[in-house]
């Protein structure tokens, strides 16, 4: 097997105290690790080369399993709710200890130094320690990888630590069960054990950044996709799974900076990562080629299906999870930004699926309005988890990434408000989700009127259009866009029985002031000004 920089392997796990029994693989190539993978049974090709893998018992994020130690540094600074779990330091320690003992006493773990953040001045270097290749491979491919001339004076800032055949003892570790992610701010590790999920990996170097960079840098962090127009304008695109995010971004007139986690400072937006973890269910080359393309060498993908007696995926396979997905460097993807950097965003795009079908498909929202939205986080999903249950279920996550944010969510709010104003940036509420009436009655908003609406947002053609305020939401809705009936722009209008919809706005106006509760003792009047009148 070759490694790109074995003569420095020696001087740089020294601090992991590894036996000699132990053979440590330093930063390898990914075709090695591919080829160690299948040579443990760990992993077969597809039929266009990737390397298809089950993640075992968890096949998503486990964010009850996700601890923060309680120390001096994070006691008064961290947001501790049911995302940020605290932890006690001697539980950490002592789980550390087992963890890499655990390590040691295998014949193999599998080292990498990398990066997170493409924009120089913000870089922080990353070691992992894996227990399996493929996990290494993941590494490999979602943090920005170092030239090989960097590595001999590499100086990690940070750690993972991930074994996935490690469990915990719940009666003696601190942990709620086997499983657990362990972040210490003041030891600059992160510890993950008895899950082989890859996401633990990514989400918990994007949870650290969304604590060191609004704090100690002024940057603000997002959970975003972003691209870059012909002539420099930045677009950003917050939104939860399922709302669009990577679909919308993904446009063949512009660049993509990257399709999940950025930094916003006085002068540019920047990834955070060298690559993307994209969902692979249903997935089909006509609605997403530039994914769909990326499944070659080199690509992860998880926990998915084969048709029977082939190594073709089947994408429909939901046997194992509907959280099936595919990791890859970004430079697969053909029209990618490198480095992944782009200037200030002129335009913030807020997606959401509304399943009431309430809200407009698209709206212009003031600084206030932004970021009481902005702290909602709101989509709507079809609840079809459950025989008979067919009503739209509203979901709420701050900043649109509540499992990853550290800092109270009036924090990011401010910052995004303040970039907002002084940046003079547009910012736009887009509703992929129903018109005409809520799921069941009405009709999916068409793509392609989706599109038709970001695209004159961006192109300035909604500049000088009339606008009208939505009557209990307040955001102003415009009268006429390109490429889109007048019709369908204000959403009252696409429903037939129109007391209907006042009561289903009304319903959903509630769940929002309901789910803001927890947030109004930490944010400015502003926002709170912003919430729907009933």
């Not at 493409?118 to 491919?141: C, G, K, M, Q």
Request: hydrophobic content about 35%.
């Amino acid at each position: 097997m070759s490694s790109i920089s074995s003569q420095t392997k020696s001087k740089n796990l020294l601090a992991f105290n590894f036996p000699e029994s132990t053979k440590v693989h330093y930063q390898l190539l990914p075709e090695d690790l591919v080829e160690q993978a299948v040579l443990k049974g760990q992993g077969v090709l597809n039929d266009t080369g990737a390397l298809c893998i089950q993640t075992g018992e968890f096949t998503g994020r486990s964010p009850l399993d996700k601890f923060t130690v309680k120390d001096a540094i994070t006691e008064n600074t961290v947001h501790w709710n049911n995302f940020n779990i605290p932890i006690a330091e001697a539980y950490f320690l002592q789980l550390k200890e087992k963890v890499l003992n655990y390590l040691g006493n295998q014949p193999e773990v599998w080292v990498r130094d990398a990066y997170a953040c493409a924009d120089p001045s913000y870089r922080l270097n990353i070691r992992v320690v894996n227990e399996n290749p493929w996990s290494n491979l993941f590494a490999y491919n979602m943090f920005l990888r170092p030239d090989e001339s960097e590595l001999d004076e590499f100086v990690q800032d940070w750690q993972i630590i991930q074994a996935p055949g490690f469990k915990a003892d719940p009666s003696v570790d601190g942990t709620r069960q086997h499983n657990f992610s362990i972040i210490s701010f003041k030891h600059k590790t992160i510890l993950i054990g008895g899950s082989g999920y890859t996401g633990e990996i990514k989400k918990g170097i994007f949870t650290i950044l969304n604590y060191i960079l609004p704090q100690e840098k002024n940057v603000l962090s997002m959970h975003c996709s972003a691209n870059i127009g012909k002539e420099g304008d930045v677009a950003v695109f917050f939104g939860l799974s399922g709302t669009g995010k990577t679909t919308l971004s993904a446009d063949p007139n512009r660049k993509l900076i990257g399709d999940d986690e950025h930094g916003w400072t006085d002068d540019s937006v920047f990834n955070f990562e060298g690559g993307c973890y994209a969902k692979t269910i249903d997935l089909s080359e006509e609605k997403e080629p530039e994914i769909f393309r990326a499944i070659r060498p080199g690509a992860l993908v998880e926990n998915i299906g084969f048709y029977e007696g082939t190594n073709q995926i089947d994408f429909s396979y939901k046997g194992i999870t509907e959280n099936t997905r595919v990791s890859y460097p970004l430079h697969f993807i053909s029209n990618a930004m490198e480095p992944s950097i782009g200037g200030l965003p002129k335009n913030l795009f807020f997606l959401t699926c509304d399943a009431y079908g309430v809200l407009p498909p698209i709206s212009k929202l003031t600084p206030g309005q932004a970021m009481y939205q902005f702290i909602s986080g709101y989509t709507a999903k079809v609840a079809g988890t459950e025989a008979g249950v067919t009503e739209p279920k509203s979901t709420f996550s701050a900043c649109f990434g509540a499992p990853f944010l550290p800092l109270h969510p009036g924090k990011y709010a401010e910052m995004l408000g303040d970039k907002m104003k002084q940046f003079n940036v547009n910012v736009w509420m887009i509703n992929t989700g129903w018109s005409g009436g809520s799921y069941g009655t009405g009709s999916r908003m068409k793509l392609g009127y989706t599109r038709a609406m970001i695209t004159a947002a961006l192109e300035g053609s909604l500049n000088d259009v009339e606008f009208e305020p939505h009557s209990i939401f307040g955001m102003m809705m415009p009268m006429s866009c390109p490429g889109v009936p007048a019709e369908i722009l204000n959403p009252r209008n696409t429903w037939s029985d129109k007391a209907a919809y006042d009561a289903t706005t009304v319903k959903l106006a509630k769940e929002f002031i309901k789910n803001f509760e927890k947030y109004a003792a930490g944010v400015t009047l502003e926002i709170l000004d912003a919430a729907p009148i009933i």
